[in-house]
């Protein structure tokens, strides 16, 4: 036995052993960070496999969708109605205008027989002018009513203001 030899195969021994080592920590090192990195993303996948809570919870979830398709149903419900009251005032639109075109085409005057004089004269009076007769039946003078009280200059004419019950009345001659 010669104590060279067993001092190489101890210092090898040794070598490899310290090899052996350092192979095994950079191994663990490597095994470590791994579990570090899958550790990060297992929390990761935990957040966001959990409900954040500005979503609302599946009863809730429930609830809302329950509530819009109420709302839904009495929405279509409404313009169903709508629709039918569109329908309804078109069918009136219609036949108001086909009686407006059937009172335009008529001829009202001619249906009736009518003094153009008297409504000349209905017309006069609402304009405040009212015609005073003489005995044979002829227009002498014509009485006009004011709203206000000041009248004034009416060319050929003389006139004659008087008050009477609240009324400014102006008759006039030629």
Avoid: C, W
Wanted: aromatic fraction near 4%.
């Amino acid at each position: 036995m010669d104590p060279g030899e067993d001092y190489l195969t101890i210092a090898a021994a040794e070598e490899q052993m310290i090899l052996t080592r350092d192979e095994r920590q950079k191994d663990l090192e490597d095994a470590h960070a791994k579990m570090r990195s899958l550790a990060r993303v297992l929390e990761a996948a935990r957040v966001s496999s959990t409900r954040p809570s500005t979503v609302p919870s599946v009863e809730a979830h429930a609830r809302t969708l329950n509530d819009l398709d109420a709302t839904r149903l009495q929405l279509a419900k409404a313009i169903n109605d709508a629709e039918g009251a569109l329908a309804s005032k078109e069918a009136e639109l219609a036949r108001l205008k086909d009686e407006a075109r059937a009172l335009e085409e008529a001829d009202s005057a001619a249906e009736h027989d009518l003094d153009a004089t008297a409504l000349r004269l209905a017309m006069y009076k609402g304009l405040g002018f009212e015609p005073v007769m003489d005995k044979e039946g002829h227009v002498s003078k014509m009485l006009i009513r004011m709203p206000f009280p000041s009248l004034q200059v009416l060319y050929g004419f003389s006139s004659v203001i008087q008050r009477t019950q609240g009324q400014n009345r102006a008759t006039f001659t030629a």
